[in-house]
């Protein structure tokens, strides 16, 4: 079985300042996911990442294969980023389905104006 | 439209109640979750279809009972419920055999009393 731990279980830190939250796996994935959860509770896909490094306005989203780690950074972070971010990944090379799917607990990230 | 509707978003009833949850989502996908969430826990997976059938039951206990009557709808029926049951529970859909993004509801809350 997978396991996925995501570091630090929270975080706080004042605007404008730049955060790293991190994801480690235990076997190889075909893709890992970073996702962001508002205290509504809604999920919102930030990532879908298999290798490389992926960008998306202040969102930077890393993976090292070899190492089975991967980095989720925002930089400039502003209040309207607190949320808890979730890295999943999928296990099984070459598969797509989303049953073998093995969830993080999250990041609590909380960012002071 | 949301992609992902799930209605109601809150839920009180009671251990003998009947009630169900439901999810619609209207991004064309073939492949739809329930998920459900803990305080403190990871994302579990309950159920999935592809397709409209079922592909996963993931060890989830009957009261609890999926039906998917077509691809852009999903119920959970629920019944004889417990107050460990209380949780978020999360719709998602996916489009299977392409690069499996997920696309959550914003979540049904669910108190058992």
């Known amino acids: 079985k997978n396991e996925v731990e995501q570091s630090p279980q929270n975080l706080t830190a004042q605007e404008g300042e730049f955060i790293t939250i991190n994801c480690s796996y235990s076997v190889g994935i075909s893709a890992l996911h970073w996702l962001q959860q508002h205290p509504g509770g809604g999920i919102v896909s930030l990532f879908m990442?298999?290798?490389?490094?992926k960008k998306h306005g202040r969102l930077i989203a890393t993976i090292n294969i070899q190492e089975k780690h991967s980095s989720l950074h925002i930089t400039a972070s502003h209040p309207r980023d607190s949320a808890v971010y979730i890295c999943a990944v999928r296990w099984g090379p070459g598969y797509f389905g989303n049953e073998k799917l093995t969830f993080g607990t999250g990041t609590r990230l909380t960012i002071i104006p | 439209e949301t992609g992902v509707t799930q209605t109601p978003r809150h839920l009180v009833m009671g251990m003998t109640n009947k009630k169900s949850l439901k999810c619609e989502q209207h991004l064309g996908h073939n492949a739809m979750y329930w998920y459900k969430q803990s305080a403190k826990k990871p994302l579990e997976l309950m159920f999935v279809?592809?397709?409209?059938?079922?592909?996963e039951n993931n060890s989830v206990p009957s009261r609890f009972s999926p039906e998917c009557p077509n691809s852009s709808h999903l119920f959970l029926h629920l019944h004889t419920l417990q107050p460990e049951d209380s949780a978020l529970y999360l719709c998602?859909?996916?489009?299977?055999?392409?690069?499996?993004?997920?696309?959550f509801g914003e979540g049904s809350r669910l108190t058992v009393l």
């Open positions: 279809y592809n397709f409209k059938e079922q592909t």
């Open positions: 998602a859909s996916s489009q299977f055999g392409a690069t499996g993004e997920l696309f």
């Open positions: 990442l298999s290798s490389g490094k």
